[in-house]
């Protein structure tokens, strides 16, 4: 059992906080929990964390206070280890605390003590000690940024205020009732549950980090193979290595690929450049695009009310060991699985192997051999090189008022003319501000896809049939002079001229009482078409010629008559005629004839008409499903553009907004531009867009079956007239689709007594805004299911960013000007004076010339200390070490970081794709191998 005591009094050590020993994670320390009979166990405990170098054996402070004892379990072996220890109060991160190791001597946060020792057997390998001097390969520099709580910048305090309904405008963040938050609405703001110190202050402090890696040894790894050869056999060995990639398609890799930067499979081969990789698709980091490639990317850490350097840097750099320790952990977990070797035993020679291995037997026993892998041992350290003052600002809609409004309900001002605009006011002429996301100043790539209209030649359109019409057609039939049949008739003469005599009968005669013919002829002509019926108008009947059977021309006189019951024929009633002395005459007649109402040839016409708009509509819809299919996987396989040129687009749209939003100079954005240039390093410029900052409220309404996604599914267009020459026949996005599901049916009521069942509820059914895949896509990008807007040549952050209803934009200070930049910032058209002078909360570990000091002059003195820091040509040589006297080993592993100087260690295996045939011989009665 070791134990040690700690003795101090309030407010080192406070009744009921947490305090514990930091032990190198090598040490076997054993859980007190197990030793529950051990009483001076009681109440102790053990943290472990696989993310961090360190284990922290403590206990809760007791009411009493005082002097503390801290008890673990531990190998009896000793050596003089670096210890630290550190303090939590309810569920915060644990903190350093500075410490000596005897009364009277000398604080520091890192005490080396007698401490149990590495526990046997752990490593491979050398030990990291022999690499001393090690130049490194390769570094990649990042950071972690931190908002100093304490300061209500206007804009982001507006923004707040006008979220809970507060009636404050910019004129209340200046003056003396600002610096004491005196006016209620202030007051209530730093009355907020939870805290909102941290997204209200306007500055905050960048710690910048660089990780080394060192080339260690080699080893060989667990086997990956295993040959066995008889006495005089020969075996051919083939080699074939694959690697898993995120660009090309293979069959191997198909079920495994994911654009998901968490889960995806690196494809580098060293650890420098994967975790170069890793940071490029981070999306949690904060971009900044410099042209020296100072900032790999920029962490977001927990707001501190420590304005103290020391203590933000010790802060920042456990947030550091967090995750570069899970970073490379898990960039070489990939790596390991990047790797993979097939082997074959073969026959015959083949030309598919990238290596080939002839393997001969020339004894007379039986060998074994075991290809054992090539391992690679690298060291990686980090360390802080410096500190930056930033200024922090959101940008996108709900921003603040423009400078100069005066608050919501304030009396205009008495001493301006009437007509004069208020002070920060724009210019006259001078165009409305407004505020939008800057996703929305970017332009997206279009896929121009000219569809063709689907091919129709395999189908034969059927012919209109012309329109029916009334016809005039000639009708001739033969009128044969026949007796009229009446006693006492002679048989009539041929040359004679007959006249009608009798209406009714239609009797004719020529004079004589004994002769007399029939005058009415009944005829029944057939019609020009099917269908055709004879109008009943008998006027319309035209006598065209009446010829004797000679073919001379008779006369001829007759008027007509249709039956209503047989409109079908015609009677002619002769007045008059002459046979021209033959026995018949032939009649010719025009006849007109009404089409029939409905025309079979267009029943025929429209049946072959529907039938053909049906087949066409098939080919169409095979068409359009086809060419969305065709669009979709070229949309899927478009290359993203190169992130460096999208996060230079994006810094521009976020320096764009900035200066919108701002207005200092709304008759002249340049020079505001450049006022901000000359205190700020725009070329720096962070900006946050991370899952938390998306459109609220986009997805709290569920879908309808009249909701549409961001890009859904154009309709067809095969013909257009549009002005665009191009509309139908780009794709601007991923496609979005509203499409429903049926709920599963709910049980019906119970009926009432004596009532009849009651009927099941009708299924409802659910919308959502779905996106359309093939089986030949990538996979969606990140944000489909959320309806999100897909650049189809942009990546995972860039679509963030078109999506996010904001940003945050920091901005480091530039070296020498924090002091300028805390005179700019706190002007009443900036950023204001609100909270400035209220009293500096002292916190451990903070320089005692923050005691008793004002928030605006504590921020004074750390603008004075970063200036000088910064200036010091000796603070980076010290950053710049490393690369003079190489590696040099850390004790323990980590250790809260001091400014400028290495904190953090450890190793990393690392595949190769060599592999080594290493002859073994195992024990036939054990089985093992000796």
């Known amino acids: 059992m070791w134990s040690y005591t700690v003795a101090g009094s309030p407010p080192d050590l406070i009744p009921g906080q947490r305090i514990a020993i ?4 090598d040490v076997d320390v054993r859980d007190p929990a197990s030793y529950p009979a051990v009483p001076a166990l009681r109440g102790m405990f053990l943290e472990r964390s696989a993310a961090i170098s360190r284990q922290y054996a403590g206990r809760t402070i007791s009411p009493g206070g005082g002097q503390q004892t801290i ?8 050596a003089d280890r670096e210890l630290f220890v550190v303090t939590a109060q309810g569920g915060r991160p644990w903190a350093v605390q500075p410490f000596a190791t005897s009364a009277g001597g000398t604080s520091d946060n890192v005490q080396t003590m007698a401490s149990p020792a590495r526990a046997s057997g752990t490593g491979s390998g050398r030990p990291v000690g022999e690499f001393t001097g090690t130049l490194p390969y390769a570094s990649e520099v990042f950071g972690v940024y931190q908002p100093l709580a304490g300061w209500f910048g206007n804009d982001a305090s507006l923004r707040v205020a006008a979220a809970l309904g507060l009636d404050v405008g910019r004129d209340a963040f200046a003056g003396d009732a600002a610096r004491e938050l005196a006016h209620p609405a202030l007051a209530e703001l730093a009355a907020q549950d939870p805290p909102t110190d941290g997204i209200l202050s306007p500055v905050g402090l960048v710690n910048l980090f660089r990780q080394y890696f060192f080339e260690f040894d080699t080893f060989l790894g667990p086997p990956a193979g295993h040959l066995w050869l008889s006495p005089g056999g020969t075996v051919e060995v083939v080699e074939t290595s694959t690697r898993r990639t995120l660009v090309e398609r293979t069959a191997e890799q198909s079920e495994e690929a994911t654009r998901k930067s968490e889960e995806s499979l690196t494809s580098q081969d060293d650890v420098a450049d994967a975790v170069k990789e890793e940071n490029a698709n981070d999306t949690k980091l904060g971009a900044s695009v410099s042209a020296g490639g100072k900032f790999a990317g920029i962490y977001h850490a927990d707001a501190s009310a ?4 020391e203590n933000t840097t010790k802060r920042s750099s456990e947030e550091t060991h967090k995750h570069t320790r899970t970073q490379s952990s898990k960039v070489s977990s990939e790596i390991k699985r990047n790797f993979r070797t097939t082997f074959k035993t073969v026959t015959e020679t083949t030309d598919t192997t990238s290596r080939r291995y002839v393997v001969q037997n020339t004894t007379g026993k039986l060998l074994n051999y075991e290809l054992r892998r090539k391992m690679r041992k690298v060291g990686v350290q980090v360390q802080h090189i410096g500190t930056q003052l930033s200024w922090q600002v959101f940008l996108g809609p709900g921003a603040a008022p423009s400078p100069g409004a005066p608050s919501p309900g304030a009396p205009a001002p008495g001493a301006q003319p009437p007509g004069a605009p208020s002070p920060g006011a724009p210019a006259p002429g001078a165009p409305p501000r407004t505020v939008v996301a800057p996703g929305r100043l970017l332009g997206l790539g279009e896929l121009v896809h000219v569809v063709p209209a689907p091919d129709l030649t395999s189908l034969r359109e059927p012919v209109k049939p012309p329109k029916l019409e009334r016809k005039e057609v000639n009708y001739t039939c033969v009128y044969n002079i026949q007796m009229f049949p009446i006693a006492n008739n002679n048989p009539p003469h041929n040359d004679a001229f007959w006249s009608r005599i009798d209406e009714n009968t239609g009797r004719m005669g020529r004079g004589e009482e004994d002769e007399y013919i029939v005058g009415n002829l009944q005829v029944r002509p057939s019609p020009p078409a099917p269908g055709y019926t004879l109008d009943p108008n008998t006027a319309l009947i035209r006598f065209i010629s009446c010829k004797s059977a000679n073919g001379s021309d008779t006369a001829f006189d007759a008027h007509y008559s249709i039956d209503g019951t047989d409109p079908a024929a015609i009677t002619i009633k002769c007045d008059h005629v002459s046979f ?42 095979k068409a359009y499903g086809e060419a969305v299919r065709t669009r979709l996987n070229l949309v899927s396989g478009i290359r993203p553009r190169p992130a460096a040129e999208l996060r230079e687009e994006e810094r521009q749209a976020v320096f764009a907004s900035l200066i919108r939003q701002l207005r200092l100079i709304p008759s002249d954005p340049h020079l ?15 900006y946050f867009v991370a899952p938390d900052f998306w459109r609220p409220d986009y997805l709290s309404d569920p879908a309808g079956p009249d909701t549409s996604g961001r890009y859904p599914v154009p309709q067809p267009v095969w013909t257009t007239t549009a002005a665009d020459p191009l509309a139908g026949e ?13 709920l599963p049916p709910s049980a019906p009521a119970p009926p009432a007594p004596g009532e009849p069942p009651t009927p099941p509820p009708a299924q409802q059914k659910e919308w959502r805004v779905n996106y359309l895949v093939t089986e030949n896509t990538q996979p969606a990008p990140m944000g489909s299911s959320l309806g999100w807007l897909i650049q189809a040549d942009g990546d995972e952050r860039r679509n963030e960013f078109l999506n996010a209803a904001w940003v945050k934009a920091v901005l480091p200070v530039r070296p020498r000007h924090e002091l300028d930049a805390l005179s700019w910032l706190s002007k009443a058209n900036v950023e204001g004076e609100a909270g400035l002078g209220r009293p500096y909360p002292w916190q451990p570990g903070d320089p005692d010339e923050y005691r008793g000091k004002k928030v605006g002059e504590v921020l004074v003195l750390l603008a004075k200390e970063l200036q000088t820091k910064n200036g010091d040509v000796a603070v980076t040589l010290a950053t710049e070490k490393v690369f003079e006297t190489g590696f040099d080993p850390l004790d323990g592993g980590f250790r809260p970081a001091e400014p400028y100087q290495i904190f953090d260690q450890w190793v990393e295996v690392l595949p190769t794709d060599q592999v080594v045939a290493v002859e073994v011989e195992y024990d036939p009665k054990t089985g093992q191998q000796r």
Do not use: C
């Open 730 to 742: 780009t794709v601007l996005s991923w496609y979005s689709h509203t499409s429903s599901d049926t």
């Open 71 to 78: 008890a673990f379990v531990a190998p009896p072996g000793q």
């Open 306 to 309: 420590s304005f103290s350097t």
């Open 580 to 621: 021209g002395g033959t026995g018949a005459v032939t009649l010719v007649h025009s006849l007109t004839w009404n089409p029939p109402r409905v025309d079979p040839a267009q029943q025929e016409y429209e049946a072959a008409k529907k039938l053909y708009d049906e087949q066409v509509a098939e080919l169409q819809r």
């Open 22 to 25: 930091a032990l190198p994670a």
């Open 672 to 686: 505001e531009s450049e006022i901000i240039r000359q205190i700020f390093d725009i070329d720096q410029m962070l």
